[in-house]
């Protein structure tokens, strides 16, 4: 209740402060409040009937649970898209993969390599690179590789990532607790993903949220974001 009663106070009290701001300090983003999707049937139906690059694919330590429940994102791509390429850099779970699925429509590659393999240099419609950022040492290289990867192939880019204002992740830490994966280096917010998206030689045309188990987060502190992109040419 204390925290409630805290909570309402500090509402109040920003409201107050958003009206005597500095304008350049201001970045509004309230027509995205409701532009909220749910994040699996959205990158499902973006996929269906392209040929797809999906990074990260092998989801780390719940390869072998999600492969039999049969809720592997990787898998259920190959079930609606012309063509579905896994890259990681895995090396012992890719194999592992190797040997559960017979699939080897898949390699390894680091994004930060900044050589694209001979392969991925044409051939895809899109690139899936979908709750990998947060977890990259220099996010802008990645972005410009990816930037570059897309122009070779003049594809679309969709990315996936937590979002900085999600509404459970500011509870905790009116609480003093932080909740955060013990492997990712940042979080992102709109304006912050919007800016290094541009500074990375790509066009942001699409941005929405997602959320998991409840709609009812207000303004931005829905749980994550879908940041579709096109390279920018020259």
Not at 119 to 145: A, I, K, M, Q
């Amino acid at each position: 209740m204390r925290a409630l009663l805290r909570f309402l106070r500090g509402y109040r009290c920003c409201r107050r402060m958003l009206a005597t701001v500095d304008p350049v300090l201001r970045h509004d983003y309230s027509h995205l409040s409701n532009r909220i999707v749910e994040r699996e049937p959205y990158l499902l139906e973006l996929a269906r009937g392209r040929r797809v690059l999906h990074f990260g694919f092998l989801d780390s330590i719940f390869l072998e649970r999600k492969l039999a429940e049969g809720s592997l994102l990787h898998s259920r791509l190959g079930q609606v898209a012309h063509r579905v390429c896994g890259v990681d850099i895995e090396a012992a779970l890719l194999e592992r993969y190797r040997e559960l699925t017979g699939d080897q429509d898949n390699l390894l590659w680091d994004i930060a390599d900044t050589t694209v393999p001979e392969g991925l240099r044409e051939g895809f419609d899109l690139v899936l690179f979908p709750e990998v950022l947060e977890h990259v040492p220099n996010p802008g290289l990645v972005l410009s590789n990816l930037a570059t990867l897309c122009r070779l192939n003049r594809a679309r880019l969709c990315l996936t990532l937590p979002n900085a204002f999600d509404m459970y992740g500011f509870m905790a830490a009116m609480q003093g607790v932080e909740l955060v994966h013990p492997d990712h280096l940042y979080t992102f917010t709109p304006r912050t993903l919007t800016r290094l998206v541009q500074a990375s030689g790509l066009r942001l045309s699409e941005l929405c949220f997602y959320n998991f188990g409840s709609d009812l987060a207000p303004g931005l502190t829905k749980a994550g974001m879908i940041a579709l992109c096109e390279p920018v040419e020259g």
